[in-house]
Nanobody, 122 residues
Framework: VQLQASGGGLVQAGGSLRLSCAASGRTFGSFAVGWFRQAPGKEREFVTAIRRSGDMTYSADSVKGRFTISRDNAKNTVYLQMNSPKPEDTAVYYC????????????????WGQGTLVTVSS
């Protein structure tokens, strides 16, 4: 599976932005997908994830109520809707695919996209 993240850019705090993660391969629906982020000078951290069927999601406390993950398996795409972003959300965002355990427990999914930069201005 190859992943391509897009949609990053500059957004004002309190605005909204939607990231997309497009996948190649007919088996995309077999994978859970997660979003991770890495801010300058910080370690990579988990943001949110969705199970392969889309029936369950889980988000870090820092983004709960503001960010929403969804997927359209027919389009081989996962989305991250970012509402009311804050300056501390500034980071390179990566989408990744793998098993639920890889995403949630080991935080080391098998497949990674290249990342898209999100900058939130105050």
């Amino acid at each position: 599976v190859q992943l391509q993240a897009s949609g990053g850019g500059l957004v004002q705090a309190g605005g909204s932005l939607r990231l997309s993660c497009a996948a190649s391969g007919r088996t995309f629906g077999s994978f859970a997908v997660g979003w991770f982020r890495q801010a300058p000078g910080k370690e990579r951290e988990f943001v949110t994830a969705i199970r392969r069927s889309g029936d369950m999601t889980y988000s870090a406390d820092s983004v709960k109520g503001r960010f929403t993950i969804s997927r359209d398996n027919a389009k081989n795409t996962v989305y991250l809707q970012m509402n009311s972003p804050k300056p501390e959300d500034t980071a390179v965002y990566y989408c990744a695919a793998g098993t639920w355990t890889q995403i949630m427990i080991t935080t080391n999914p098998q497949y990674w996209g290249q990342g898209t930069l999100v900058t939130v201005s105050s």
